[in-house]
């Protein structure tokens, strides 16, 4: 079993929706949560990260962390067509150095 | 200044051969990792370095992958006697310190295939 399990979708929609993107994960001991979009034939970048259990805005995105479920959420507000990525949410134990990356959700954000 | 840059972005090999994969990381960051992106896998862990030296190794697949990195610059990953399933996006990131994942940054990826 993978430390970070994600759904790879894809996931299609239509412009305006709001979309859910999930992960869960089974280390007790990540602290920091990121979630990264990458478009196609490049590297991810990231779109936010969290510390611990609770949320976070920015703009349309809210990620959600529930460390009593172990699960992740980000969710995309007024999906537009430039959303159409592949969204990569990672976890970190604060101790270590290395992310350890869910397989990501291909989004098709569609007119 | 720029962002982390790789090189070639595309590499075309035949199974057998060597192959070097080169990152340039963004000036002044001393974390450096790699990352390997295959198809239904998502990004798997290689190597990490803190300037040069690896206190990270564990993600390296097999003996015939190693990588090396001069003083807090560029690094290189080394394919020896590749075989197919070593083809894969590999990624570069670079952070301003380990234990920082909120400031590591990616490269655009070198896409490998081999034949």
């Known amino acids: 079993q993978k430390e970070v399990e994600q759904d790879p979708g894809p996931l299609s929609v239509p412009e305006g929706a709001i979309v859910s993107l999930n992960c869960t994960y089974s280390?007790?001991?990540?602290?920091?949560f990121m979630w990264y979009r990458q478009y196609s034939r490049k590297g991810p970048e990231l779109l936010m990260y969290?510390?611990?259990?609770g949320n976070k805005e920015d703009g349309r995105f809210t990620a959600q962390v529930d460390k009593s479920s172990k699960y992740i959420s980000l969710f995309i507000r007024d999906s537009q067509p430039s959303d159409s990525a592949t969204y990569l949410c990672?976890?970190?134990?604060?101790?270590?150095?290395?992310?350890?990356f869910g397989t990501g959700t291909q989004l098709k954000v569609e007119l | 200044g720029a962002g982390v840059s790789q090189s070639p972005s595309n590499k075309v090999t035949e199974k057998g051969k060597d192959v070097e994969l080169r990152c340039d990381p963004i000036?002044?960051?001393?974390?450096l990792y790699w990352y390997r992106q295959s198809l239904g896998q998502g990004l798997e862990f290689l190597i990490y370095?803190?300037?040069?030296?690896?206190?990270?190794k564990s993600g390296l697949p097999s003996d015939r992958f190693s990588a090396e990195r001069t003083g807090e610059s560029v690094s290189t990953l080394t394919i020896q006697r590749t075989q197919q399933e070593d083809s894969a996006v590999y990624l570069c990131?670079?952070?301003?310190?380990?234990?920082?994942?909120?400031?590591?940054?990616f490269g655009p990826g070198t896409r490998l295939l081999v034949l």
């Open positions: 990131a670079s952070s301003l310190a380990p234990g920082s994942p909120e400031t590591q940054y």
């Open positions: 990672a976890a970190f134990t604060g101790g270590g150095n290395k992310l350890t």
């Open positions: 280390n007790s001991a990540f602290q920091y």
């Open positions: 000036s002044g960051h001393t974390a």
């Open positions: 969290t510390y611990s259990s």
């Open positions: 370095f803190q300037g040069n030296s690896a206190p990270d």
